[in-house]
């Protein structure tokens, strides 16, 4: 387990699976890229999953 899951979980409780794997791309993205460009990415990546 990584410290992203740990964080996600601590401030997502009770969420459906999809929602949290989208919370935790998110997170990923975030401090990988800090100009923002990879979160629209991932919307459109969660749209399709959905």
Excluded: A, C, W
């Excluded at 998110?26 to 460009?37: A, F």
Aim: glycine letters at 2%; aromatic letters at 10%; proline letters at 4%.
């Amino acid at each position: 387990m990584d410290e992203s899951q740990l964080d996600q979980r601590s401030l997502t409780p009770v969420i459906f699976p999809s929602v949290q794997r989208f919370l935790l791309h998110q997170l990923k993205y975030r401090k990988t890229d800090d100009d923002g460009i990879q979160s629209t990415l991932t919307f459109r990546d969660f749209d399709n999953e959905v």
